[in-house]
């Protein structure tokens, strides 16, 4: 549980060095990286990733399961996203987008921002504060000030009781005209599992 993520929600991406990569996973032991090849978009088997133990029997890096870049011991973060942007001083980074909580009106889902110079890590919020847990904390339902808050579950006053906007996550960037926008899912709290896409 604690230890090895699941093999879901996966995001592929160039690096700016023109090389293909792949974030994935989520709660349990976190979310991973690998290299693809680029040929082929398979798994690159000609990078390594030693064991290496981060604490107890927690993995920064996996043979099997790649690089550890975020989360850990059960606490939540899945539909992990990346991409590279340069600051308004001309300063690269790689931006990694996550979001916390999970899919369900009761979920909190939160979408969370850490960032690195390098595409493998570490990734860190603006404290400073890294996007790996060394510990299981409950952090949704406004309970983690990590990360960098973009969106979460909302309520305007002027709405009845009923309405609600949440599960506003899973999101990736798309830029057009010099615009970038957020595009996110996000469900209604209606008792059921519909859902659309926004901007």
């Known amino acids: 549980g604690r230890r090895w993520p699941h093999a879901i929600d996966p995001c592929v991406f160039y690096d700016e060095e023109g090389k293909l990569w792949m974030s994935y996973g989520s709660w349990s032991g976190g979310i991973y ?94 404290d400073g504060t890294s996007a790996i847990f060394e510990k299981f904390i409950l952090n949704y339902w406004g309970n983690t000030d990590r990360g960098f808050p973009i969106m979460q579950n909302y ?24 615009a970038m926008y957020l595009v996110y899912h996000r469900k209604y709290n209606n008792h059921t599992g519909w859902h659309n896409v926004e901007t």
């Open 33 to 126: 990286m690998i290299k693809l090849d680029a040929e082929t978009g398979l798994r690159d088997y000609t990078v390594t990733y030693p064991l290496t133990p981060a604490s107890g029997d927690h993995a920064s890096s996996d043979p099997y399961y790649g690089k550890h870049i975020a989360g850990g011991y059960y606490v939540s973060g899945e539909g992990s996203y990346i991409q590279y942007f340069k600051d308004a001083d001309g300063n690269g980074y790689y931006y990694l987008f996550v979001s916390y909580g999970f899919y369900s009106p009761e979920g909190g889902y939160s979408m969370r921002v850490f960032r690195s110079k390098d595409v493998k890590g570490p990734y860190t919020d603006v």
């Open 155 to 178: 309520r305007w006053s002027f709405w009845d009781e009923d309405h609600a906007e949440i599960a506003n996550g899973h999101n990736s960037l798309l830029q057009d005209d010099g």
